[in-house]
C-alpha cells in the first residue's frame, strides 16, 4: 500500500494543480503514506479514519497536519467532519477505499456528507476503484512490474507470501471485495450533483477506475 500510494501521489502532482496552501483531505487516511508522500508540497493536509491507532501515528510523525477518529458509519461522521474540517477542502481523496465498503450505497452515504467540505470548483477523488472489469492477475503483475522498477522486490514476494499463507488470504475468499460499477457512479453522481469523468493512470492497477468528482456550480 505504501507503494501504491506514493504512486498515486506522483500522478495526483502530475495531473493537478498542489501548491502552497492547498488543502488536502485524506478520507481513510490509515498510517499517513498520502501525508508522507505530499509533505514536501508544504499544503495543508487533513486526514480521518476509524483506526485511532492509525490516527495517533499521523498527528505523531505529522504535528503540522490534523488527523481525527472517525466512525465507521458514514452518518454518525457529519458532526466530527463538521468539528474538524473548518475550511473546505480543494481536494478530497478516498484512496482504496470503495472496495472495502459492505454495499455501494455506503460509498454514497459517505460522499453525501463529504460533499459539504469540498470547496466549489475542488475535487473529490474516487481512486483505485474494483469494478466488474477488474481482473487479480492483472493487479498482481501490476504491481509485480512496479516493484521491480522501485528495487522492491523482496518486499513484493514478502507480500505475496503472507496474501497466500495468512488469515488475510482466509478472509478475502469469504469476503469478496466490493464491486462499484461504472453506471453507478455516473448514477450517484447525478443524484448527489456533480460532474464526473475517469482519469486514467492515476494508480498503477491497470483494470481499476479512478473518478473525479466536481461540484456543480
Known amino acids: 500500500?505504501?507503494?501504491?500510494?506514493?504512486?498515486?501521489a506522483r500522478r495526483f502532482c502530475a495531473k493537478f494543480p498542489v501548491s502552497s496552501g492547498v488543502h488536502v483531505f485524506d478520507y481513510g487516511c490509515g498510517p499517513g503514506f498520502l501525508a508522507d508522500a505530499l509533505k514536501p508540497r508544504d499544503i495543508l493536509f487533513s486526514g480521518a479514519d476509524i483506526n485511532t491507532y492509525f490516527v495517533d501515528?499521523?498527528?505523531?510523525?505529522?504535528?503540522?497536519?490534523?488527523?481525527?477518529?472517525?466512525?465507521?458509519?458514514a452518518k454518525d461522521n457529519m458532526a466530527l467532519?463538521?468539528?474538524?474540517?473548518?475550511?473546505?477542502?480543494?481536494?478530497?481523496?478516498?484512496?482504496?477505499?470503495?472496495?472495502?465498503l459492505a454495499a455501494p450505497s455506503e460509498l454514497e452515504n459517505i460522499i453525501a456528507t463529504l460533499q459539504q467540505h469540498l470547496k466549489l470548483g475542488g475535487?473529490?477523488?474516487?481512486?483505485d476503484v474494483v469494478d466488474e472489469h477488474t481482473r487479480s492477475y492483472?493487479?498482481?503483475?501490476?504491481?509485480?512490474?512496479h516493484a521491480a522498477?522501485?528495487?522492491?522486490?523482496?518486499s513484493f514476494f514478502r507480500f505475496m507470501r503472507y496474501v497466500l499463507s495468512a488469515d488475510y488470504a482466509k478472509v478475502a475468499r469469504s469476503n469478496r471485495l466490493q464491486q462499484i460499477s461504472?453506471?453507478?457512479?455516473h448514477e450517484m453522481?447525478?443524484?448527489?450533483?456533480?460532474?464526473?469523468?475517469?482519469?486514467?493512470?492515476?494508480?498503477?492497477?491497470?483494470?481499476?477506475?479512478?473518478?473525479?468528482l466536481q461540484r456543480r456550480s
Open 1 to 8: 500500500m505504501q507503494l501504491a500510494t506514493r504512486f498515486f
Open 57 to 73: 501515528t499521523c498527528k505523531a510523525q505529522h504535528p503540522e497536519g490534523h488527523f481525527f477518529t472517525i466512525s465507521a458509519q
Open 81 to 100: 467532519l463538521e468539528e474538524n474540517l473548518k475550511r473546505p477542502a480543494d481536494y478530497i481523496i478516498l484512496l482504496s477505499i470503495s472496495q472495502y
Open 123 to 127: 475535487s473529490l477523488i474516487v481512486a
Open 138 to 145: 492483472r493487479d498482481a503483475l501490476s504491481l509485480l512490474c
Open 149 to 154: 522498477a522501485q528495487g522492491k522486490l523482496g
Open 182 to 185: 461504472e453506471s453507478f457512479m
Open 189 to 212: 453522481s447525478e443524484r448527489l450533483g456533480f460532474n464526473i469523468r475517469q482519469e486514467k493512470g492515476l494508480t498503477f492497477h491497470p483494470t481499476r477506475k479512478n473518478y473525479i
